[in-house]
């Protein structure tokens, strides 16, 4: 079955950086687009960056400039690099596998990012 696995939470001050990782397995990585998504308390979850099976990007207004998607293929894990934290940053992140036609089929139990001010 398929398995993502995130890593690379932590608590970090405003300004500062974190690089997630979101590693998969039991799929065939390199032919599904992949997703962060971020969820805060009394908020619903909301999609952070996407990248396609071929590179392309996509990312929330909020974040634009700030965080960077990238995947590596030969080890089948996806990555997003927080630049510039702000407090509004802080959330679980979760890494999710898109299907085409369903969407988010296959999601990881989450990596906390907490930022301070």
């Known amino acids: 079955q398929v398995q993502l696995v995130e890593s690379g939470g932590g608590l970090v001050q405003a300004g500062g950086s974190l690089r997630l990782s979101c590693a998969a397995s039991?799929?065939?990585?390199?032919?599904?687009?992949m997703g962060w998504y971020r969820q805060s308390p009394g908020k619903q979850r909301e999609l952070v960056a996407r990248?396609?099976?071929?590179?392309?990007?996509n990312y929330a207004d909020s974040v634009q400039g700030r965080f960077t998607i990238s995947r590596d293929n030969t080890k089948n894990t996806v990555y997003l690099q927080m630049n510039s934290l702000k407090p509004e940053d802080t959330a679980v992140y979760y890494c999710?596998?898109?299907?085409?036609?369903?969407?988010?089929?296959?999601w990881g139990r989450g990596t906390q990012v907490t930022v301070s001010s």
């Open positions: 999710a596998r898109i299907h085409p036609i369903h969407g988010p089929d296959y």
């Open positions: 039991g799929t065939i990585f390199g032919i599904n687009a």
């Open positions: 990248i396609s099976r071929d590179g392309r990007t």
